[in-house]
């Protein structure tokens, strides 16, 4: 199967309380932090995201960052992978990422960091 | 009357959940972009807020704001004046805050920039 890249229709529309809105959750805060930590190309696969909550939840999280345009997703065979849209994102609330990735990270466990 | 400052009491700990909850709405928005055209010394009384929503609205806002620790207000007679935490939120959270303000400023209608 050709791996399919697609962002959300409205990925490009969405505004900044839509962002902040999906920024201001600790679980979808700690989605972003593990997915800036990774490789813009590769991306993380739902079972590479490690999180405290079950897969439903977890879904739904992604789901709600995808539909504000924070990540996007391609599909391999029966995987997802999800990346950060920094360069989007930059372009459209410049430093604003990189603020919330810089507190996301002072303020996690210290394990996590 | 003597003027009296105070912050709330867990303005310090507010978190980034906390803070990107608070900045994720509209009306908060706007609040937050006229407090930071005005000298941080004086602040704005409600009065001063120009608002499209009710009074009560935008006192819930306002409280919205001071519980998160964005906002901080001081009382003189019967008006309270309320004004940004700029250096506490810098302190905390650098780079957030003018960069949801620089986006606030980019999203307004062209005859509030």
Redesign the interface.
Known sequence: MTPERHAPAASGDA???TV??A????VR?EIVRQLAGCDEESGLSCGQIELEVTKSTASHHLKTLRSAGITAEREEGTRKYTWLRREVLEG?????L???L???VA?APSSRR
Chains 1, 2 share one sequence.
């Open positions: 505004d900044l309380v902040l809105q920024l201001s959750d600790p805060l459209r609330f410049p430093g604003l990189d603020a919330v810089c507190a996301a303020e």
